[in-house]
């Protein structure tokens, strides 16, 4: 589902950062780990089209991501891409539902109000949409943002840092989330974290250093 090949990424301060070549297929969890520094979420960002890289190849399917326009690429991340940041990011005078209503119409698609009760039955916050972001907890805002990644049902789920600030608790929850609804359907996903307790619950994972 994507997949990269001699990726390289020139930092502005000069540095050449090289990356191992990645393969994650739909409904695979992978978690690149490494200390801080090592670039996991400059991959993370080569990964989602945010950034261009020096040298290499970024394929989500048959698509070529640096191959893609500016536009275009915004339009495919869109469709394809769903992301998940460790700070949740919404516009706070919106509630929670039309926050994650806003996502499909940015990339001029569809928002299906079915779909958006699914999400909100499955990841617990259907009681919660009426609701400014600001009156969430912080794990009710990390579902929230969850769904709001899944609303166009993505090929790929990009997670950066999402469980760093949280207890073990929520911690084991918003993992198990993450994994279940990128099976669910059937996207890859693809964490990036230095948070050690999520290598005891994803089996597969890559080491920068």
């Known amino acids: 589902m994507i997949y990269t090949k001699n990726l390289a990424y020139a930092h502005p301060n000069g540095r050449l ?3 191992p070549d990645i393969a994650c297929e739909g409904g695979q969890a992978l978690l690149i780990t490494g200390p801080s520094g090592t670039g996991k979420t400059t991959l993370l960002h080569l990964l989602a089209g945010l950034l261009k890289p020096a040298s290499g190849d970024v394929r989500v399917g048959n698509t070529s991501l640096p191959q893609l326009k500016a536009a275009a690429m915004d339009a495919f991340r869109g469709k394809n891409i769903g992301l998940v940041f460790q700070q949740p990011h919404f516009i706070a005078s919106l509630s929670i539902r039309e926050n ?3 996502a499909p119409s940015l990339v001029k698609e569809h928002a299906s109000e079915e779909r958006l009760r699914q999400l909100a039955g499955t990841l617990r916050i259907e009681n919660l949409l009426h609701k400014k972001p600001a009156h969430l907890s912080q794990g ?5 943002s969850i769904a709001r990644a899944l ?4 090929q790929v789920l990009l997670a950066d840092e999402p469980t760093a600030s949280l207890d073990d608790h929520n911690c084991a929850s918003v993992a198990q989330l993450l994994a279940s609804q990128a099976q669910q359907q059937n996207a890859a996903l693809l964490i990036v974290t230095h948070d050690n307790r999520l290598k005891q619950i994803f089996r597969d994972h890559i080491q920068l250093s």
């Open 17 to 19: 950062l090289q990356f």
């Open 151 to 154: 609303m166009q049902s993505p």
């Open 100 to 102: 994650l209503l806003l």
């Open 140 to 144: 009710e805002q990390q579902r929230a």
